[in-house]
């Protein structure tokens, strides 16, 4: 047995908000091996992003462990975590909140760059995601939302993450480029050997691009399996719903 990349295990986390708790993840455990989609879905609610964001070490969670590439993810600190964090990038909805509106492109991609000290450039990182090196002079409000999203596909990879979680980063856009983005992903994933965890609450978005599915409910993985298993016979509730939400997998998938 190969041991994985990332194996998680009895992840929980409660959020106490206005005098309710909220139990966002409850036991949670996947495993994640190179080169490797998983696809997780889910309602709205469900624990998704809670769940990326204890993968980024932006959250805590209350119990639980992260293996991940021979380290104790969770317990890493001070100069152990800066120096290995970037082995985790992630990609979000709205690319335009996670940059400095007024850096040009060019910087907010040199800026990892530098910090890392890798030496390939703006331009050759530009040219992995399919964008011209001109463009490193704009700002990222002046172009596309589909080039946006590549922008930020680079940046993530501007640390040379071995995975890379996108929390519904096909979500905003429209059919045809969010097409173009997903075969971008899937074309890095062959090229780089990358593991991804794919957010989305859109199952025809995970089915195309996931090798294996997790569905999330209130806080619980509650079905996991190979994407054309679980998509062509569901058994838990919420996968039922979410199979019935897209009209071409209603019948024979
Ligand atoms: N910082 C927070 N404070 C309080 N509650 C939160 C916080 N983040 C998430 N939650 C709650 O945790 C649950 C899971 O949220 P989330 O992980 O964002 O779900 P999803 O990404 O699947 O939509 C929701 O009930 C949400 O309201
Ligand atoms: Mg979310």
Known sequence: MDVPLLAAK??????????????????????????????LVGPSGSGKSTLARVLMRLIEPQAGSIHFNGDDWLKLEGRALRERRGA????????LSAFNPRATIGSAL?????????????????????????LAERGIHEVSGGQRQRVAIARALATR????????????????????????????QQSEGLAYLFVSHDLAAVRVIAHRIAVMDQGRIVEC???????????????????????????GG
């Not at 890392?116 to 001109?134: K, N, P």
């Open 88 to 95: 985790i990038q992630m990609v979000f909805q709205d690319p």
């Open 225 to 251: 399996g190979p994407t054309q298993d679980v998509v062509s016979n569901p058994q838990s509730s919420t996968l039922k719903a979410l199979v019935a939400a897209v009209p071409r997998l209603r019948k």
């Open 161 to 188: 993450p071995s995975v890379i979680v996108f929390d519904e980063a096909v979500s905003a856009l429209d059919a045809s480029v969010r097409g173009q983005i997903l075969q971008l992903i899937a074309d890095l």
């Open 10 to 39: 009895g992840l929980s986390k409660t959020f106490a908000s206005r005098g309710r708790r909220v139990a966002a993840l409850q036991d949670v455990a996947f495993t994640l091996k190179r080169g490797e989609t998983l696809g």
């Open 110 to 134: 040199a800026a990892p760059l530098r910090v890392h000290g890798f030496a390939d450039g703006v331009a050759e990182l530009l040219a992995r995601v399919g964008l011209t090196a001109s």
